[in-house]
């Protein structure tokens, strides 16, 4: 059966690396297009999904039988921390508005994307897929973490109600090509990728915010991309499934800023700055319900500019080719890039 999906966000970080692995895997294999299948990626100036008007004639454009739903207002820590409200009320419209025009529009299946950002702060380690609802999340980002959790909610009271297929994936950290690299609104790798280069370039001080200390998970844009697709084709539940790295391989903040340092290849020293904020310590995630499910997936062989082992990029090695990937992206398409100077 002929099948449209649709990929809300698809401007994005997450969508391009979707549309780069649809576009570049060999046709008909596992994560390449297939013959009967039509990829549509919308961004924000195709449709403002916090207008419930603009989202249903999306719809009535482009009839998708399946949609992955990427849209949102997305930010790292200190964007987060400044427009909680902000973060809370747009995610619940454009959220609201995709998963009733899915319903209306009886589209087959609809994939939501959360994050671990919406995990309780006070939990037992490792995270899992059941745990979403077991206390309140972290300070820093309960904006837009509350609007993620209430997705999940959304699924399960559309599969009840009117038996939709509905579903959400939780990626954790991602970063690749074409991210957000806002000096101050971005995640921490573009974020520093931008700062390192910066300081490289006009000899400036390079500044990493916080303590260093906290530990997170990475995953590559585009490995994460293999994943959707997987999900789209194979994974039929409303249970929200975690799509990450193994929970034994956090990175320190530390880690990152030198991988950063040596990716960008700056000479210089860098500080501190633990006037800001460390957010929330940790939150390692568990992929065991992921590899269960993923069976015989075959990983990425390493080549040089064929980024890194799939769930393996926290080799040290890997890690530093996939950054460079994405600072060679940034250097590459400095002008073009988000960085917030426009
Ligand atoms: P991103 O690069 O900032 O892209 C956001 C996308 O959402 C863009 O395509 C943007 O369109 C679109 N968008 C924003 N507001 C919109 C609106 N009002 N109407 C229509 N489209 C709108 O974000 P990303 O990193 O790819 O994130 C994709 C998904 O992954 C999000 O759901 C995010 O919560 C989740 N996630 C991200 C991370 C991460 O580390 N980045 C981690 C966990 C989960 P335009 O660019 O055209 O304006
Ligand atoms: P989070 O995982 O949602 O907290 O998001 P981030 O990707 O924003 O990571 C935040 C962590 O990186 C915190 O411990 C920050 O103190 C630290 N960090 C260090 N430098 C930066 C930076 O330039 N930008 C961001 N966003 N975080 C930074």
Not at 276 to 292: E, I
């Amino acid at each position: 059966m002929a099948s449209v999906i649709l990929v809300t966000g698809g401007s994005g970080l997450v969508g391009k690396a979707i549309q780069h692995v649809i576009e570049n895997e060999p046709a008909g294999s596992r994560f390449g297009k297939k013959e009967n299948e039509t990829w549509i990626f919308v961004g924000s100036s195709d449709a403002d999904l916090r207008d419930p008007e603009q989202t249903r004639k999306m719809y009535e454009k482009y009839q998708p039988t399946h949609v992955i739903h990427l849209a949102a207002l997305v930010g790292g820590l200190f964007h987060n921390m400044k427009y909680k409200l902000t973060f809370l009320r747009e995610n619940i419209l454009i959220n609201d508005n995709i998963l009733h025009t899915s319903y209306t529009h009886k589209t087959q299946k609809l994939i939501s994307c959360l994050s671990t950002c919406v995990f309780p702060d006070k939990v037992e380690y490792p995270l899992d897929e059941h745990k979403i609802h077991s206390g309140p999340p972290h300070d820093s980002n309960f904006g837009y973490a509350h609007a993620k959790r209430l997705v999940d909610v959304q699924n399960h009271a559309y599969k009840e109600e009117f038996g939709c297929n509905f579903t959400s994936a939780i990626p954790t950290n991602v970063f690749g090509p074409h991210d957000n690299y806002d000096l101050e609104h971005s995640h921490v790798i573009p974020g520093l990728i931008h700062k390192c280069y910066l300081a490289k370039k006009n000899g400036t001080p390079f500044v990493v915010s916080g303590t260093g200390k906290p530990l997170r998970q990475f995953i590559y844009s585009r490995d994460l991309a293999k994943l959707f697709i997987w999900m789209l084709r194979e994974y039929d539940d409303v249970e929200p499934i975690i799509l990450s790295v193994g929970e034994d391989e956090e990175v320190s903040i530390k880690q990152v800023a030198d991988a950063v340092v040596q990716a960008i290849g700056f000479q210089g020293n860098y500080t501190f700055d633990t006037t800001r904020a460390d957010g929330q310590f940790r939150k390692p995630a568990s992929n065991k319900k992921l590899l269960s499910l993923i069976g015989d997936f075959t990983f990425t062989p390493f080549e040089p500019g064929n980024y890194y082992l799939l769930f393996d990029v926290m080799n040290p090695d890997n890690f530093l080719l996939a950054l460079m990937e994405s600072a060679k992206w940034f250097a590459d398409n400095y002008d073009n890039a988000r960085t917030g100077k426009k």
